[in-house]
């Protein structure tokens, strides 16, 4: 009986790698064309001269003016007034109203868990709020921006900017998993963000170099074992 469920068990087995085998080599086959080259060069980044940033600059704007040394303004309503986000070529962040000028001053906790209960489905249900420094973000967050961690009874992670008084990101159990994931996917659980890296060029070789084997090993014929004589 263990002898039939394992040849049963063979057989499927070469069925399926008649079915998935060519998905499989072609899978690998792209895979390792898409990681050969970092995706900076494939996007044709490294072509691009370098210049000097520009600030940004609008005529008749007090907030855009040449001294203000601006790198990105967003506007964008928060409440029942238009605010700017401006962002300086020196990489800092600060908030202000958008028809005075007027700086408006960083958010905090309280602000920031009334922000989350208001935009977020479940966001009334917070057990925590943690702020955290550019330089010192967590890890489901990695960006160089000072944020409240807003944490939801759910497990979700909801980030607001302190000087931008937005949600940047919203960061659920699934997301961290997933990230785990993509980290595992790509051989880089450090950064996650690497996809042409040595370890999995050489990997991602192998995996096809072993596929095509295995292809090409389907062709051959077995030959049938000899009946046991009797004793």
Known sequence: MKTLSML???KWHIWLGWLIGVPIVMWLATGLL???RPIEQVRGEHLRRESPPAALVLPGSNLAAPEAKLAEMQVLMQGDRPVAILTGLDG???RVDFASGAALPPLDAAAAQ??????????DAAERVTLFPADRTPFDFRRPLAVWQVALADGTNVYVGRDTGAIEAVRTRWWRAFDL????????LSER???SHPVLIIFA???LTGALIGCVLMFRRRKARP???PL
Do not use: F, P
């Open 34 to 36: 898409m990681v050969a």
């Open 114 to 123: 009334a922000l989350v209960a208001r935009e977020i489905a479940g966001g």
């Open 227 to 229: 009946a046991a004589k």
């Open 193 to 195: 963000e690497d996809t």
């Open 205 to 207: 070789a192998l995996s």
């Open 181 to 188: 994931a993509w980290g595992l996917h790509i051989m880089d």
């Open 92 to 94: 800092s962040v600060r």
């Open 8 to 10: 049963t068990l063979a």
